[in-house]
């Protein structure tokens, strides 16, 4: 595409050029309104702070379908992109809601100091819907392929193919994945508990605000757990068995007194070198309620803990690009060696799900009607326009100033509440993973013959809670957290291949109920601090 030079002078003009152009890539409006607020804000970041006499914008195209757009500007190195973690939480601060922009965006931007100049790069239209068709051609390959070598090779040649591709292939991509596990949860909760603890400050109404989501999050983990025991309740197909090191079957025993003493390490190192999820969330817990206690004292180590939360996340996400051959092994290893039962197991997953989705709708529901004292009505009618957006990306975060807008523009909540809110909400509202961590955890419990007792369905609850709370903002994050969860009783992590499958629905399932939490809670928090028009709600 033609680039064009931003200057003080021609700005006015931007926003009808780059429309033109982005609408011949056949990019959404939501997307290029998007992309018009981002260049907006960075170009005058690039002015003002980076002391740029003009900036090149270029709208690019490349073979995939990946848009973005590249922003240039000559000057010694400035990174408009690291202010992003400096705003302020006032709400009366006009450029608020800018700076929550960029922050919702924040993995859809890039910098980098080339030949003299600062070059800012754009992810407008980003490859979500390309990961979901090549994880979808993989399943049905995945089947395909598992059909015909059942058919038609031996047992020998099958475990052939087996021993020399497929198990190497999946055991290198697990190795991968449990070297991050631990990091990513230990960082990521302590990012959510420092973010809740920051909301908190703000007195009276973050305190309301922290309590509808933890309690709206325990009633899905209640709800979840509800479902699983019904849909697995009966028989069960096995597909493994928890063995100890010396090949013997390994039975699950519970002590409540050891399990309370287990909880705290003996030293820093051994959770994270010996997988200790338990202790892994106990220090994460520990170190951010001290991170929040000193405050402004120890902001530096709190910018450190962010920045090796996203460190991680961005690890994850390079190792999640390997899902689609990851997901095709595992079908073929399910179609071969599971059979027709194991596959419509994951079926009753799936609706588990949308089950658990639709009684935590009647939750909101109540919420509205009975503390936020409105008709819910209104609420039931409008969010549905929301969900598409969720369900295409998986990320709450990329959603969230679609969400504010949709709570100040369509329900009427003030923008004081719903710039504080929703960004919280982002963070530590995770009401889609208290309902399929459970219910998910539950089924493959079962599925290596681990009784589900009352202890265990204590101990999956907790997890459950403390794990939503601090849930990683990327795509397929459910799965680190399900594994986390399983881990305890000792399933192995190969069953990660099963969930990729499935978290291609379940997880934009999860992300839609995600945001309809966040927006709930604000309304009821508006409607309780008389800062909801009744007249945009209703109308």
């Known amino acids: 595409m033609e680039s064009f030079y931003l200057n003080a002078e021609n700005f006015s003009g931007m926003h009808d050029r780059l429309e033109s152009q982005l609408a011949q890539l056949k990019i959404e409006q939501k997307d290029i309104l998007r992309a018009e607020l981002l260049v907006e804000e960075l170009f005058w970041r690039m002015i003002k702070y980076g002391h740029a006499a003009q900036v090149k914008v270029q709208p690019i195209k490349n073979f995939f379908g990946k848009v973005q757009i590249q922003m240039t500007a000559e000057g010694a190195p400035y990174n408009p992109l690291i202010e992003v973690s400096d705003w302020s939480e006032d709400g009366e601060d006009e450029d608020y809601f800018r700076m929550m922009i960029l922050k919702a965006n924040r993995q859809k931007l890039n910098w980098s100091h080339k030949q003299n100049c600062n070059v800012v790069t754009i992810d407008v239209r980003g490859e979500s819907n390309r990961q979901l068709r090549l994880t979808v051609a993989s399943i049905v390959c995945g089947v395909v392929c598992g059909v015909v070598m059942k058919e038609f090779l031996s047992p020998e040649a099958i475990a052939l193919v087996n021993d020399n591709a497929i198990e190497p292939i999946q055991t290198m991509f697990m190795n991968a994945l449990k070297m991050v596990i631990a990091p990513v949860i230990f960082f990521s909760v302590i990012s959510g508990i420092t973010g809740m603890g920051t909301s908190a400050s703000v007195g009276k109404v973050g305190s309301k605000l922290i309590g509808l989501y933890l309690a709206t999050s325990a009633v899905a983990s209640v709800v979840g757990l509800l479902i699983a025991m019904i849909l697995f309740s009966g028989d069960v197909p096995q597909i493994g068995t928890i063995t100890s090191s010396g090949g013997e079957v390994k039975s699950y025993e519970f002590s409540l007194i050891q399990f309370i003493v287990g909880i705290i390490p003996k030293n820093l190192v051994s959770p994270i070198a010996e997988g200790n999820m338990l202790q892994i969330i106990f220090l994460a817990v520990l170190f951010g309620s001290c991170l929040n206690a000193l405050g402004d004292k ?233 800062l909801l028009d009744e007249k945009i709600y209703f109308g």
């Not at 819910?376 to 100033?401: G, Y």
């Not at 807008?405 to 504080?420: E, M, N, R």
């Not at 509202?429 to 459970?438: E, H, V």
């Not at 459910?478 to 499935?502: E, K, Q």
């Open 298 to 530: 120890v902001r530096l180590l709190q910018e450190v803990v962010s920045n090796c939360n996203e460190f991680f996340m961005k690890v994850v996400g390079v190792i999640i690009q390997f899902v689609p051959p990851i997901v095709f092994f595992a079908m073929i290893t399910l179609v071969v060696e599971m059979g027709v039962d194991t596959v419509l197991m994951m079926g009753k997953l799936i609706v588990g799900q949308l089950i658990g989705c639709a009684a935590m709708f009647g939750v909101y529901a109540l919420l509205v009607n009975f503390i936020g004292k409105i008709s819910p009505l209104p609420f039931l009618k409008k969010i549905p326009a929301l969900w598409p957006v969720p369900f295409a990306t998986s990320s709450s975060a990329v959603t969230m100033p679609l969400t504010m807008k949709l709570c100040t523009d369509k329900l009427g909540v003030s923008p004081k509440i719903a710039s504080f809110s929703i960004p919280i909400g982002t963070t530590i509202n995770m009401d889609g993973c208290g309902i399929y961590l459970p219910t998910a955890a539950i089924m493959f419990l079962k599925m290596y013959g681990v009784e589900v007792d009352m202890h265990a369905i204590i101990i999956i609850c907790a997890m459950t809670v403390s794990l939503s709370v601090g849930a990683p903002a990327v795509p397929n994050a459910a799965v680190i957290c399900i594994l986390t969860i399983t881990a305890t009783f000792g399933v192995p992590a190969d069953i990660a291949g099963l969930l990729f499958c499935i978290g291609t629905v379940c997880e934009r399932v999860v992300t839609c109920l995600n945001v309809t939490g966040d927006v709930a809670a604000s309304a009821v928090l508006a409607r309780t601090e008389n």
